[in-house]
């Protein structure tokens, strides 16, 4: 799929050439030990060592102890170092990238310093560049936490068909919904950081609990449909992701698309709203690549989560409530000022 989209696609490539280039500060390098049998890490700046293609990773941080970037251990990150310590997630990562042909990757919490406030400001308002100029994002679809990795055990299953009358045939059977199910509703498209990762990386691998899904501009696929589901199936496979990056990264004036992009915006704050954060205050934040997106396409004034473009429309937003769930979902008012009150940003909740 990599090579197939690098090489033939001519969406993707145009969108490739028209990106500037860019470089995280700091990135994962790849190597292996003497023996070529386990996979060594080290923290690399690509200011010394030139500009590099890079893959990222989009996970879940759960609750279980994971290896982070600290003051403390910076030094120590700068030294070749096992992969053997780190959770397996990334360890399935470090393995993915390599036998992608890449040697380097950028992960939140081994590239960001944790403990140090103002760095994280600095690679938080760059997380969207580091995302969108990344040659490929590996999501770690169904991992909660970094113990599950990306890689998951399978168990085929087959099923019996009993035949009343005519000639016993072989069938394939497939899931109605696979990409609902093993997507859009796996841990990862839960968490609210994950909406600009996912949103605008140009191509994304993502590993979910029975296969291997493919994204980029042209093409939406998986192991079971290798070149795109057969037209039969193909509504099943709508990505919302792809059509909203798609909409607010094409640069035309034409009201008509403008108007699509106002959507598209729509539809991801509908989505975004309704994901977690383990920190309220990321709210705006975590969205701001997107919004960077917008504003360049659009040339409008970012307002707090709205757009000054047909302001008067966009405050007509309101709590939602799926069915079943009206007594379950928040929609209390974040306790301390993160958005104005006009704002959807000032909810806890979906809207």
């Known amino acids: 799929w990599l090579r197939t989209c690098t090489t033939s696609h001519e969406e993707c490539r145009g969108l490739a050439n028209k990106t500037p280039s860019f470089a995280p500060d700091r990135l994962v390098e790849i190597s292996t030990n003497d023996e070529?049998?386990?996979?060594?890490?080290?923290?690399?700046?690509?200011?010394d060592i030139g500009n590099v293609q890079y893959l990222t990773l989009s996970h879940c941080?759960?609750?279980?102890?994971?290896?982070?970037?600290?003051?403390?251990?910076?030094?120590?990150?700068?030294?070749?170092?096992?992969?053997?310590?780190?959770?397996?997630?990334f360890r399935h990562a470090l393995s993915i990238t390599f036998s992608l042909g890449f040697h380097f990757i950028w992960i939140d919490s081994l590239c960001i310093v944790q403990d140090d406030q103002k760095d994280w400001e600095t690679q938080a308002s760059m997380m969207?560049?580091?995302?969108?100029?990344?040659?490929?994002?590996?999501?770690?679809?169904?991992?909660?936490?970094?113990?599950?990795?990306?890689?998951?055990?399978?168990?085929?299953?087959?099923?019996?068909?009993?035949?009343e009358l005519g000639?016993?045939?072989e069938y394939l059977v497939t899931h109605s919904y696979p990409y609902q199910e093993n997507i859009w509703e796996a841990p990862l498209n839960k968490r609210g950081w994950v909406a600009q990762e996912r949103f605008l990386a140009k191509k994304q691998?993502?590993?979910?609990?029975?296969?291997?899904?493919?994204?980029?501009?042209?093409?939406?696929?998986?192991?079971?449909?290798?070149?795109?589901?057969?037209?039969?199936?193909?509504?099943?496979f709508h990505v919302m992701a792809s059509r909203s990056s798609d909409e607010l990264r094409k640069p035309t004036l034409d009201f008509t698309v403008e108007a699509e992009r106002r959507k598209a915006w729509s539809e991801l704050v509908n989505f975004y709203s309704?994901?977690?954060?383990?920190?309220?205050?990321?709210?705006?934040?975590?969205?701001?690549?997107?919004?960077?997106?917008?504003?360049?396409?659009?040339?409008?004034?970012?307002l707090a989560g709205l757009w000054k473009k047909d302001l008067e429309k966009q405050l007509c937003?309101?709590?939602?409530?799926?069915?079943?769930?009206?007594?379950?979902?928040?929609?209390?008012?974040?306790?301390?000022?993160?958005?104005?009150?006009?704002s959807w940003a000032s909810l806890d909740g979906p809207v």
């Open 205 to 236: 691998l993502s590993f979910a609990k029975d296969q291997v899904y493919w994204e980029c501009k042209e093409l939406v696929a998986s192991e079971q449909f290798p070149e795109g589901p057969p037209r039969e199936l193909g509504h099943t």
């Open 61 to 89: 941080w759960g609750l279980s102890p994971h290896t982070s970037l600290t003051r403390d251990n910076y030094s120590a990150f700068l030294e070749p170092t096992p992969d053997s310590e780190l959770p397996k997630t």
């Open 274 to 302: 309704d994901c977690k954060l383990s920190k309220m205050s990321d709210k705006l934040i975590a969205l701001a690549g997107l919004a960077e997106e917008m504003r360049l396409a659009t040339g409008d004034y970012y």
């Open 36 to 47: 070529g049998e386990s996979f060594m890490w080290r923290l690399v700046c690509p200011a």
């Open 167 to 169: 000639q016993l045939d």
């Open 128 to 163: 969207g560049s580091v995302y969108k100029h990344a040659s490929c994002n590996i999501a770690a679809t169904w991992a909660a936490d970094g113990d599950d990795g990306c890689l998951v055990p399978r168990k085929p299953w087959t099923m019996t068909l009993n035949h």
């Open 317 to 342: 937003w309101n709590t939602t409530v799926q069915p079943g769930r009206r007594h379950k979902v928040n929609r209390s008012r974040i306790p301390y000022y993160l958005a104005p009150s006009w």
